[in-house]
Antibody
Framework: EVQLVESGGGLVQPGGSLRLSCEAS????????MTWVRQAPGKGLEWVAN????????HYVDSVKGRFTISRDNVKNSLYLQMDSLRAEDTAVYYC????????????????WGQGALVTVSS | SYELTQAPSVSVSPGQTARITCSGD??????AYWYQQKSGQAPVLVIY???KRPSGIPERFSGSSSGTMATLTISGAQVEDEADYYC?????????FGGGTKLTVL
C-alpha cells in the first residue's frame, strides 16, 4: 500500500523559513516523479513544484521561484520542500504526491496523495 | 499562463447523471486528470489519461475528452459522491488545476 506522510508544518512569521518532509513507502520511490501541491484555506488546489525520479529536473510555479526548493533523497525514500522568505499567501495545506508509470513512460501527474501538512504564515 | 476552466457548482438528485466539464486550449493534445476531494480529506485520483479509471474507483465514474473540453461523468450519482472535483492538465511548462466544481447530490 502506497503511503505518503508529510511532516514539518507549523506557524512561521512572514519572512521566515520552514522545511517540509514527506516519507514515502509501499512503492519504489526512486522510480517516480514527486510533486508538492498546496491548498489555501477554503480555496482550490495549486501545483507548486515537482522533481524527476533522479532529481535531474525540477520545476516550480512562478509564485515560489527563488524562494522554495524541492529536493529528494532516494536512499531515505523522502521528498522535501525548503520554503524561505515565506509570505502570508503561502499559508496552505501542502500535499506530497507521487506520479505514476505505464509500460511506456513515467508521468509526473499526481496519483497518490499524502494527508497534507498545514503551513501558516502569520505574525 | 495556462488556465483550466470549470463551473463552480453542479447539482443533481441521487441516481441522476452528473457531468462536470473542464475546458482548456491544450486539452486536444494533453491528458486530463480528475480528482475528488471530500470535505476535510486529501484529494483522490478518479480518472487519469482522459478516460482511465484507477483500481478501486467505482464504474459509475467515467471520463472523456473532445477538443478543448474534458468531461467527468458520474452515472447514477450517489450521496457519497458529493465532493469537490478538480481537473488537472499541462501545457508546455505549465501544470495547472482547474478551479474546482462542487458537486451536490440531494
Amino acid at each position: 500500500e502506497v503511503q505518503l506522510v508529510e511532516s514539518g508544518g507549523g506557524l512561521v512569521q512572514p519572512g521566515g523559513s520552514l522545511r517540509l518532509s514527506c516519507e514515502a513507502s509501499g512503492f519504489i520511490f526512486s522510480t517516480y516523479w514527486m510533486t508538492w501541491v498546496r491548498q489555501a484555506p477554503g480555496k482550490g488546489l495549486e501545483w507548486v513544484a515537482n522533481i524527476k525520479d533522479d532529481g535531474s529536473e525540477k520545476h516550480y510555479v512562478d509564485s515560489v521561484k527563488g524562494r522554495f526548493t524541492i529536493s529528494r533523497d532516494n536512499v531515505k525514500n523522502s521528498l522535501y520542500l525548503q520554503m524561505d522568505s515565506l509570505r502570508a499567501e503561502d499559508t496552505a495545506v501542502y500535499y506530497c504526491t507521487s506520479g505514476y508509470c505505464t509500460t511506456d513512460r513515467c508521468y509526473s501527474s499526481p496519483d497518490h496523495w499524502g494527508q497534507g501538512a498545514l503551513v501558516t504564515v502569520s505574525s | 499562463s495556462y488556465e483550466l476552466t470549470q463551473a463552480p457548482s453542479v447539482s443533481v438528485s441521487p441516481g441522476q447523471t452528473a457531468r462536470i466539464t473542464c475546458s482548456g486550449d491544450a486539452l486536444p493534445k494533453k491528458y486530463a486528470y480528475w480528482y475528488q476531494q471530500k470535505s476535510g480529506q486529501a484529494p483522490v485520483l478518479v480518472i487519469y489519461e482522459d478516460s482511465k479509471r484507477p483500481s478501486g474507483i467505482p464504474e459509475r465514474f467515467s471520463g472523456s475528452s473532445s477538443g478543448t473540453m474534458a468531461t467527468l461523468t458520474i452515472s447514477g450519482a450517489q450521496v457519497e459522491d458529493e465532493a469537490d472535483y478538480y481537473c488537472y492538465s499541462t501545457d508546455n511548462s505549465d501544470r495547472v488545476f482547474g478551479g474546482g466544481t462542487k458537486l451536490t447530490v440531494l
